[in-house]
C-alpha cells in the first residue's frame, strides 16, 4: 500500500527553522512528483511547493517563495521541506502528496499523508 | 495567479438529499480540475480529476462535470459518509490553487 508519513514538525520561535521530511513507501517514488500542501488551523488547504520526480524542477507559492526549499532523496524515499524565516503566518499541518498524471486529464494529488503541524510562536 | 472560488461556504443537507457544489476559475482552465473530499482530522481524498472522472474507488452518486471557469460537484444521494469538506482545485499552472471548500452538514 502507498504510504506516506511526514515528520519534523513543532514548536519554533518566529525567525526560526524547521525541515520536514516525508517518508515515502509501497510505490516507485522516484517515479513520481511530489507536493507540500498546508491547512491553517481551521482554514482550508494551500498548495505552496512542487518537486519533479528527477528534482529538476521547482515550484513555490508566492508565500513562502525564497523561505522555503523542497528537496527530495530518491535513494533514500524521501522529501523534505527546508523551511527558513518562519513566520506565525506559516502555523499548520503541513502534508506531503503524491501527484499522479491522468493521462489527458491533468495531474492531481492522489496519495497524501496524515501531516505533521508546526507551530511558529514565541 | 487563477484563484478558484467556491459556493456556497456552506450547506445543510439531510441523508438522501441531491447536493450540488459549484467552483469557478478566474481563467479558463479547460478540464483540470479536480475535487477532494477531506473529514476532519483526516488527509483529503481525491474524488474527481479532470472536472468529470471519478478516481477508483468513489461511489457513483459523486458526479463533477463542467469545464473552461465554472464546473460542479453533484452528490446525487447525500449518504451518513458524505458529511465532510469539500474543495476544488485547478491543475491548469502553478500555483495549483485550491477553492476556499463548501462544508456539507447535516441538517
Known amino acids: 500500500d502507498v504510504q506516506l508519513v511526514e515528520s519534523g514538525g513543532g514548536l519554533v520561535q518566529p525567525g526560526g527553522s524547521l525541515r520536514l521530511s516525508c517518508a515515502a513507501s509501497?510505490?516507485?517514488?522516484?517515479?513520481?512528483?511530489m507536493n507540500w500542501v498546508r491547512q491553517a488551523p481551521g482554514k482550508g488547504l494551500e498548495w505552496i511547493s512542487y518537486?519533479?520526480?528527477?528534482?529538476?524542477?521547482?515550484y513555490y507559492a508566492d508565500s513562502v517563495k525564497g523561505r522555503f526549499t523542497i528537496s527530495r532523496d530518491n535513494a533514500k524515499n524521501s522529501l523534505h521541506l527546508q523551511m527558513n524565516s518562519l513566520r506565525a503566518e506559516d502555523t499548520a499541518l503541513y502534508y506531503c502528496?503524491?501527484?499522479?498524471?491522468?493521462?489527458?486529464?491533468?495531474?492531481?494529488?492522489?496519495?497524501w499523508g496524515r501531516g505533521t503541524l508546526v507551530t511558529v510562536s514565541s | 495567479d487563477i484563484q478558484m472560488t467556491q459556493s456556497p461556504s456552506s450547506v445543510s443537507a439531510s441523508v438522501g438529499d441531491r447536493v450540488t457544489i459549484t467552483c469557478r476559475a478566474s481563467?479558463?482552465?479547460?478540464?483540470?480540475l479536480g475535487w477532494y473530499q477531506q473529514k476532519p482530522g483526516k488527509a483529503p481524498k481525491l474524488l474527481v480529476y479532470?472536472?468529470?472522472s471519478l478516481q477508483s474507488g468513489v461511489p457513483s452518486r459523486f458526479s463533477g462535470s463542467g469545464s473552461g471557469t465554472d464546473f460542479t460537484l453533484t452528490i446525487s444521494s447525500l449518504q451518513p459518509d458524505d458529511f465532510a469538506t469539500y474543495y476544488c482545485?485547478?491543475?491548469?499552472?502553478?500555483?495549483?490553487?485550491f477553492g476556499q471548500g463548501t462544508k456539507v452538514q447535516i441538517k
Open positions: 509501497g510505490f516507485s517514488f522516484s517515479s513520481y512528483s
Open positions: 502528496a503524491r501527484g499522479k498524471h491522468y493521462d489527458t486529464s491533468g495531474y492531481y494529488f492522489d496519495y
Open positions: 518537486i519533479t520526480s528527477s528534482s529538476d524542477t521547482e
Open positions: 479532470g472536472a468529470s
Open positions: 481563467q479558463d482552465i479547460g478540464s483540470w
Open positions: 482545485q485547478q491543475t491548469n499552472s502553478f500555483p495549483r490553487t
